[in-house]
Nanobody, 125 residues
Framework: QVQLVESGGGLVQAGGSLRLSCAAS????????MGWFRQAPGKEREFVGA????????YFLKSVNGRFTVSRDNAKSTVYLQMNSLKSEDTAVYYC??????????????????WGQGTQVTVSS
């Protein structure tokens, strides 16, 4: 059974940092793209960033590029989303996703097969 378990969300002041973790289990993700998405109230789920598990290539939403980074720890089967210089508009539930294939479609939620439960990130201004 594939599981993605997120942790690390919380309340932070604007300008602060948070690191989200996504622990993956159940199968090998070595060929996958791992994605991070977010969803604010009343809005559609939005791509934030992604990493190719094998090569470590990354890609980000323009508005977070330079503030957010994605990394992975192969030994722990865990992917991280480091968020710096947080803004109030970053407030959302953040989800990790797996099962996608690295390429132009990584920004689309539909290409991912597995999803975590989500973790709330609230940035106070």
């Amino acid at each position: 059974q594939v599981q993605l378990v997120e942790s690390g969300g919380g309340l932070v002041q604007a300008g602060g940092s948070l690191r989200l973790s996504c622990a993956a289990s159940g199968r090998s993700f070595a060929r996958d793209a791992m994605g991070w998405f977010r969803q604010a109230p009343g809005k559609e789920r939005e791509f934030v960033g992604a990493i190719s598990w094998k090569a470590g290539n990354t890609y980000f939403l323009k508005s977070v590029n330079g503030r957010f980074t994605v990394s992975r720890d192969n030994a722990k089967s865990t992917v991280y989303l480091q968020m710096n210089s947080l803004k109030s508009e970053d407030t959302a539930v953040y989800y990790c996703a797996a099962g996608g294939t690295w390429g132009p479609t990584i920004v689309s939620p539909g290409v991912y097969e597995y999803w975590g439960q989500g973790t709330q990130v609230t940035v106070s201004s």
